[in-house]
């Protein structure tokens, strides 16, 4: 279907024209507004850069050291964790506000993250946003079509300030295992930056195929997609000795977006290196003086 204003070939299932900006018209098999795409997967331009209505955008550096550049409209605005922005436009206005009021704030701050919320708006003119997570890793920038990701708390990097983030209770069994107590609900329309630790692997689940994944590996995953939270292995013992902690069981249809390394377990393995609590060191002690 083409673009009732400039002709342009529209996206399916697109709100806007991503030539001219203009509301496209409703194509056939487009959801109605207020409903959700069911099973239309994780929308990543394999370029790693692409354009929705009033920003282009381009991933660089990509995997290890990944830098997303959003380039805005005047007026155009885009919100992101605090802390996230490397570098901006001089004629950029940051904001940074308690999004959901006191009560909002509050369930981002248990769930892990910022209790304030950065909105960047372009004043006067285009500009340009830079963003970037606190680790070394990969950014996926997912081009929402009216759909619902669940995102694990400390992968969300940046989204179009038109989508619907939440806190979500991540069910009673990751409480008691200490991983993973809050996942974010984020629905709408426009662009998503989730970030990872390593590279991003996708895995895409057909009707009622089973799939574990350790919740320190966990990034993003569809609505469609059913999960519960359980042990590694059964019984306490077992797994506690096999070294995993709580893992998340999916069912499909869907796709879940997996990072290769575990911030947790590289935590882990450094510990013995630093100083314990009573100033000590409980790693290796290299003696240079030859004494």
């Not at 940051?94 to 981002?108: C, P, T, V």
């Not at 796709?255 to 060191?281: C, D, H, K, V, Y």
Request: contains cysteine.
């Amino acid at each position: 279907m083409n673009c009732q204003n400039c002709g342009a070939e529209l996206v399916p299932n697109s709100q806007f024209c991503t030539r001219c900006g203009a509301r496209a018209m409703a194509p056939v098999g487009a959801v109605p507004t207020g409903g959700i795409n069911p099973g239309s997967g994780i929308n990543i331009d394999a370029d790693a850069q692409g354009s929705g209505f009033g920003y282009r955008f381009e991933v660089l550096h990509q995997p290890a050291f990944s830098l997303a550049v959003i380039h805005l409209d005047a007026e155009r605005s885009i919100c992101a964790e605090a802390g996230a922005m490397v570098s901006m436009s001089a004629n950029v206005e940051l904001q940074s506000q308690m999004k959901g009021g006191l009560f909002g704030a509050l369930k981002r701050a248990v769930g892990g993250e910022s209790a304030f919320v950065s909105t960047f708006t372009a004043r006067g003119g285009p500009g340009e946003v830079t963003f970037a997570p606190g680790a070394p890793g990969d950014i996926a920038a997912i081009e929402m079509r009216n759909q619902a990701f669940f995102v694990q708390s400390s992968s969300y990097l940046a989204g179009d300030a038109g989508l619907n983030v939440d806190t979500r209770w991540g069910g009673a069994k990751s409480f008691f295992g200490g991983e993973g107590l809050f996942v974010l609900q984020i629905t709408g329309s426009g662009l998503l930056l989730v970030s990872s630790f390593g590279a991003i692997h996708r895995k895409r689940l057909a009707p009622g195929e089973r799939y574990v994944v350790d919740t320190g590996h966990l990034v993003a995953w569809e609505g469609t997609t059913q999960y519960t939270l359980r042990k590694a292995a059964a019984g306490f013992f077992r797994s506690f000795v096999s070294g995993e902690g709580i893992v998340a069981e999916f069912m499909g249809p869907g796709e879940i977006l997996i990072q290769t390394r575990n911030l947790a377990a590289l935590a882990g393995l450094l510990r013995p290196f630093f100083p314990n609590q009573s100033g000590g060191n409980s790693g290796f002690n290299i003696n240079l003086g030859g004494e």
